[in-house]
Every structure is written in C-alpha cells, then in structure tokens.
T-cell receptor
C-alpha cells in the first residue's frame, strides 16, 4: 500500500509567483489535513477537507491560500503571490475516519520563496 | 494561543542510555500523541494516549498521559543509533484533528 504521497518534495518560487502543492492520500482515505511547519517548530494545522468539501479552514490564512480536494485526483494547496514568509515545509495527512487524530503523514513539500 | 512546552529542546546521549522528555501545558487536553520526525520526512506516530493516567508502551518507548491532563512524558530505553531524530508531542481537544504541537526534542546520539 502506498502511503500519503506529496509532490513536489521541494519547490522554489520567486516572490509573487504561485505555488501548487499536491497530496494524494492513502488509498481509500477520504479525509485530508494540511499542516505547515516552520524551521525548529512543530506543525500548525491549516485546513481539513473531505472529498469535495472544506470542513475546517480555520488555520489557513484568509488571503492568498486556498485548498481543494476534488472528487477525482489529489488534494491541492494553492498559495498565490507567494512571499518570503511562506517558506516552510507543508505536510499533508490523511485518514479513513473523520476527524481522526491518528492520520498518516506524507513526506512534505519544502517551499522556498526567493 | 494555546502552547505546549516541550523539553528538553535537544539531548546529546550515549548509545544505550535511557532518554526522557516531556510536554506541559496550562490547558487540559483529551489526547496526547508522540511523533518522531526524521530529517526530510513527515512525522510518524509513535504512541497515542487517550485517558488521564494511561501508560502505554511501544517496544522500547513508554509514554504516559498525566493525571492532570496537562502533561505527558516519553521515555526511550536503551537508545540505539536509529532513535536519532526529532520527537514531537501533540495535544488534542474535542476536535482532535486540530492538534497543538510542541516545538520538538532533538535527540542526538554521541558516537
């Protein structure tokens, strides 16, 4: 069984460009969670999605950030007009059960804004 | 916002030594989780605790959910080189998926 797959693993963007981060959950999992991790810090919750629905986006900045989890295909975290402060590791986790604490994490996408 | 204080920040130990780290908070949590993160990887769940006072083991790892529900510790016995990494505690409340994470304890094993 493949685990949570995130791509790209590393992404470099210039200020003002768009970043698109992809997450394919574990097969059969319909719940996806996105987290951000700054260097030397723990993870911070951003958004929780079910297929075609955003359940909770309370941790996601209101501007420039959006997330989707379509019926077909991976979940996408989109950051428009990136700024240096967006540089971080972005992790996706998935679970079979709703609101599940014990979700499985992907390897992350490390975004660097130059 | 809510915070978890995780200590120590880093540990330098000899192979074979026992390791102890803990997390404390001013808030009560319903769930305590301990994760390990290797460089360039995502966190991997080690132990999950759901009840105050609960003591759970996973191989050489033992974790406890504090009676006050405001703290938890993780012990690693007889450390080996592959234990190197960053260990995170995370606390959960009613909406458990919104975990609050500690800043991590970096474990380094001296050769």
């Amino acid at each position: 069984n493949a685990g949570v797959m995130q791509n790209p693993r590393h992404l470099v963007r210039r200020r003002g460009q768009e970043a698109r981060l992809r997450c394919s959950p574990v097969k059969g999992h319909s719940h996806v969670y996105w987290y951000r991790q700054l260097p030397e810090e723990g993870l911070k919750f951003m958004v929780y999605l079910q297929k075609e629905n955003i359940i909770d986006e309370s941790g996601m900045p209101k501007e420039r950030f959006s997330a989707e989890f379509p019926k077909e295909g991976p979940s996408i975290l989109r950051i428009q007009q990136v700024v240096r402060g967006d540089s971080a590791a972005y992790f996706c986790a998935s679970s079979a059960l709703p609101r599940d604490t014990e979700a499985f994490f992907g390897q992350g996408t490390r975004l660097t804004v130059v | 916002g809510q915070q978890l204080n995780q200590s120590p920040q880093s540990m330098f130990i000899q192979e074979g030594e026992d390791v102890s780290m803990n997390c404390t908070s001013s808030s009560i949590f319903n769930t305590w989780l301990w994760y390990k993160q290797d460089p360039g990887e995502g966190p991997v769940l080690l132990i999950a605790l759901y009840k105050a006072g609960e003591l759970t083991s996973n191989g050489r790892l033992t974790a406890q959910f504090g009676i006050t529900r405001k703290d938890s510790f993780l012990n690693i016995s007889a450390s080996i080189p592959s234990d190197v990494g960053i260990y995170f505690c995370a606390g959960g409340k009613d909406s458990n998926y919104q975990l609050i994470w500690g800043a991590g304890t970096k474990l380094i094993i001296k050769p």
